[in-house]
């Protein structure tokens, strides 16, 4: 098994701290982030590893002043790839989104500038988006005679629904600001992006993994099934949550009234 010190990055970066949060960043500042194919496959890499290695929680960030712009355009153009290439391209970014949304690791994006076609589909693959004030969304790939092919009519369509991302595709319509949280885009829109990322990565690294697991790949799992199916799934992923012996300590707690109280600051 693969460890994070086996791990051989180029175009990213990885830290992990005491607490057991680690710190991806996107290290590509001179491309704005933009995601070529080794990128991409250090993604794979880095979300396939990090459950494995006892990670309580995820901070994705990057250096330089945009969070990712995306298909990294200039590649693509130089590969003039077959569209079999470029379908099993697009397998490998399902594959990295995947890993991210349903290994069980919550995943909190710090989001700054430029979060553009592939760069929101790689956002919209965490589990909490942060944005600051000169975030800003866009699918540009209409306007470039292009369509998304890393999991926006998934993901983002999931969002903010149908009907909105046709029009940002059609029309390159951006969102930022208050409105961009408000149609689902980000959950957290504050002046650091950065810090409060690491405040919700510290909140999430204090519950027990196995409960974050159930949250964070379970409810998604869920979505992909009918009614019916999704119930019966939530009730046996329950029945295993609800009684790990490491929730003990807490319920006694609880029922002792010694436990943290749940109410408004």
């Known amino acids: 098994m693969r460890g994070i010190d086996d791990l051989d990055l180029k175009n990213l970066t990885l830290e992990v701290d005491d607490a057991g949060i680690a710190t991806v960043s996107l290290n590509r500042p001179a491309k704005r982030n933009a995601l070529d194919s080794v990128t991409v496959e250090e ?9 494995r290695a006892g990670v309580r929680a995820a901070i994705l960030r990057a250096e330089g002043p945009h969070f990712c712009a995306g298909l990294d355009l200039v590649e ?3 590969a003039d790839r077959s569209p079999a290439d470029f379908m099993h391209l697009c397998h490998r970014w399902h ?24 760069g929101l589909e790689l956002a919209s693959a965490a589990h909490v988006r942060v944005m600051d004030a000169e975030t800003y969304f866009g699918l540009p790939e209409g306007q470039r005679g292009l ?11 999931g969002l903010i629904g149908k009907a909105r991302m046709i029009d940002m595709m059609l029309t390159g319509r951006l969102y930022r600001g208050q409105e961009a949280v ?3 885009l980000a959950q957290y829109l504050v002046e650091d992006s950065e810090a409060t990322a690491r405040e919700l990565a510290e909140r999430a690294a204090a519950n027990l993994p196995l409960t974050n697991f ?12 009918s009614a019916l199916d999704a119930a019966y799934a939530e009730a046996v992923l329950a029945g295993i949550v ?5 929730a003990r300590e807490r319920l006694d707690a609880f029922a002792k009234g010694t436990g943290p109280r749940i109410k408004p600051e």
């Open 43 to 51: 993604l794979v890499d880095v979300f396939s590893t990090l459950p």
């Open 76 to 78: 693509h153009y130089e």
């Open 95 to 118: 594959e990295a989104f995947n890993k991210m949304e349903y290994g069980g690791v919550p995943v909190i994006a710090a989001l700054k500038g430029a979060v553009v076609g592939g």
């Open 147 to 157: 369509f998304t092919g890393g999991g926006a009519t998934i993901r983002v369509a």
């Open 182 to 184: 408000e149609v689902g």
């Open 214 to 225: 159930a949250i964070c790949s379970g409810i998604s799992h869920f979505q992909n099934m």
């Open 242 to 246: 609800n009684t790990q012996p490491a």
